[in-house]
């Protein structure tokens, strides 16, 4: 009696867990233009609220003096401890609580995929863009807005230590702080620059 053995399944060869990240990755964010008009209108939402705290709140605390996020070509460590001053213990907690762990938690990401959607809308309408491969799109697009991110995260938690901690605010601490608010200001500018070109150059010519 001969016994018959179930055949033998065949295996494939499982495929590399980083390379389906990657492509889940690449696929999310070549969606993003679809929801770009969306993310516009969250971004000026939420930098409008930040508008009306800093004008009608955050200065009213220090004495009509700006954050230090508005000091667009940074401070000197007396400018930042002048507004630290002001602000007292008091008005550095509720700046902490209603802008740095809030609002301005949320807005980097929230911009940063803005201009991601930006980038990639305006370069498809190039023919050379379009021809890319996804993988590059979303590459070139992560290239330019990335830095801004980390710049302004960055910067975030070195103005976000300064308010909680008043005695970390030393010419050293307040100097960081202002290079990281000129660099964020510096890496935005890039990707806005890249969008106005691209949409720019995407325009069709009139026809006469």
């Not at 065949?10 to 495929?15: G, H, L, N, V, Y």
């Not at 508008?51 to 000197?76: A, H, I, K, N």
Request: hydrophobic letters at 50%; a positive charge.
């Amino acid at each position: 009696m001969t016994s018959r053995l179930p055949a033998k399944a065949r295996t494939i060869p499982a495929e590399p867990e980083q390379y389906g990240l990657g492509r889940s990755l690449t696929a999310t964010i070549l969606r993003l233009p679809r929801h770009a008009a969306a993310l516009c209108f969250l971004s000026a939402a939420v930098f409008i609220a930040m508008t009306v705290l800093e004008f009608f709140y955050f200065r009213q605390l220090s004495g009509g003096l700006p954050s230090l996020d508005m000091r667009y070509f940074g401070f000197t460590p007396d400018e930042g401890m002048a507004w630290l001053t002001a602000l007292g213990r008091r008005g550095g907690e509720i700046i902490l609580v209603w802008h740095y762990l809030t609002f301005d938690l949320l807005f980097p990401a929230l911009l940063s995929l803005t201009l991601v959607s930006l980038i990639l809308a305006t370069g498809r309408r190039l023919e050379t863009f379009r021809t890319l491969p996804g993988q590059v799109q979303s590459i070139f697009a992560l290239v330019l807005v990335l830095p801004y991110t980390l710049a302004d995260y960055g910067q975030n938690i070195a103005v976000a230590r300064l308010l909680s901690d008043f005695l970390s605010a030393n010419p050293d601490s307040l100097s960081l702080a202002s290079a990281l608010i000129v660099t964020k200001f510096a890496l935005l500018a890039i990707p806005l620059v890249v969008i106005a070109i691209l949409a720019l150059a995407g325009q069709k010519p009139r026809q006469g």
